[in-house]
């Protein structure tokens, strides 16, 4: 499989880079790549794979799905979940965490417990290097009861078209660039936050839309939560994220209130947990968020959902990839001339091949899976 530079020697948490430790490669170039890398990796540890196949395809006209690989016993009531890009793009970094844990780790968990690996929760998104689905939709802003009016974001709507104009000519990004630069200024930068990413229902080819119906992800989730999830007892979710905070940190972030009882949960199980609702995060509080919804997936469980948001460039450099590539799904040709570098500007936003960087997210990961199994199997996992 060919990858994006070199390999990287990672030390897992307690040990020296001294030690003789596996390696993790560098993250893949494609979806294409990563996903057989994930399939390979499962099957050599063992898993129970199902793929879950998307009703379109790739830019290379190649076969997206959702692949679940799970291992444990199939009857297992304590479960743990990790899903790897509800934001597309995002599953570059996700995957390879996914991969290298079932290559080298997999032996570490519990013999009670079940550990289900989502690979690609957005394939689409993942494949074509967006951050959004096929519909442009947040997968992250469209977990709403759609029985209900979405809620307005109508400072958003008084700035659509500066943040998405209708051309990425150099004039226009300056002079659009600067219009923001000049709102954030006068409203603070995480009021600014708030407006742009919070989530909005009203421009179809804006940044962070949430969609007019549950999207394809969305549905299927549901369904196979329906399934897989209903006898389970004790559920942990891990939701694998880039794009906040600092480079290299990785933040675990919940959707509840702090006085909540999941978020209780999630405390025990990894102390540090910061709630998006609390003002105490990197994330702005969002609309549709899907880990708010989890004890609709599985309510006879005690669950405990976390984000794991690892941080890579400055919001203003993620804020212009996620710009230029709006532009360019709602203006341009996403297979035209100017469509590469324009997605290789949004994979540099979320997605960091630098070998420190994956170094840090590996150790983070491997320390936020290690406690999950640790508190899922009551004693400290085989090493």
Not at 229 to 240: F, G, K, R, S, Y
Request: proline fraction near 5%; include cysteine; glycine fraction near 8%.
């Amino acid at each position: 499989m060919s990858v994006r530079g070199p390999v990287v020697d990672i030390a897992c948490p307690g040990t020296s880079h001294n030690d003789a430790m596996p390696q993790i490669a560098a993250l893949s170039e494609t979806y294409i790549q990563a996903r057989q890398a994930f399939l390979n990796a499962a099957s050599s540890a063992g898993a129970r794979i199902e793929h879950h196949v998307h009703p379109l395809t790739g830019p290379s006209g190649e076969e997206l799905a959702v692949d679940v690989a799970e291992l444990g016993p199939a009857g297992a009531t304590n479960v743990v979940v990790v899903f790897s890009a509800t934001h597309g793009v995002e599953g570059y970094c996700g995957s390879a965490l996914q991969r290298h844990w079932l290559d080298h780790h997999a032996s570490e968990l519990p013999d009670s417990v079940g550990l289900i690996m989502v690979h690609a929760l957005n394939p689409y998104g993942f494949a074509w290097v967006r951050r959004v689905n096929e519909d442009n939709v947040d997968l992250n802003r469209n977990f709403l009861d759609w029985s209900q009016t979405p809620p307005a974001n109508t400072d958003y709507d008084r700035i659509a078209e500066l943040v998405v104009p209708g051309d990425w000519s150099e004039a226009t990004q300056a002079a659009s660039f600067t219009a923001l630069l000049e709102l954030a200024n006068e409203i603070g930068l995480d009021r600014m936050q708030g407006v742009v990413s919070g989530g909005q229902y009203s421009n179809p080819t804006g940044v962070f839309y949430g969609g007019a119906e549950p999207v394809w992800s969305h549905q299927w989730l549901r369904s196979w939560a329906t399934s897989r999830l209903a006898n389970v007892e004790q559920l942990t979710i891990i939701d694998l994220h880039t794009g906040l905070g600092p480079s290299g940190h990785g933040e675990l972030i919940g959707s509840e209130p702090t006085s909540s009882e999941m978020h209780r949960r999630a405390e025990q199980i990894w102390g540090d947990v910061r709630s998006m609702l609390d003002g105490d995060s990197v994330s702005a509080a969002l609309s549709g968020d899907w880990l708010a919804i989890v004890n609709e997936l599985a309510p006879h469980a005690a669950t405990a959902a976390v984000a794991l948001e690892f941080g890579t460039v400055d919001p203003i450099t993620v804020l212009q990839a996620l710009r230029a590539d709006a532009v360019l799904h709602a203006h341009g040709d996403p297979l035209g001339a100017e469509a590469g570098d324009i997605r290789a500007q949004v994979r540099a936003a979320f997605a960091d091949d630098r070998p420190a960087w994956v170094a840090d997210v590996w150790s983070r990961f491997r320390e936020v899976l290690t406690q999950a199994l640790t508190h899922a199997g009551g004693a400290r996992p085989r090493q």
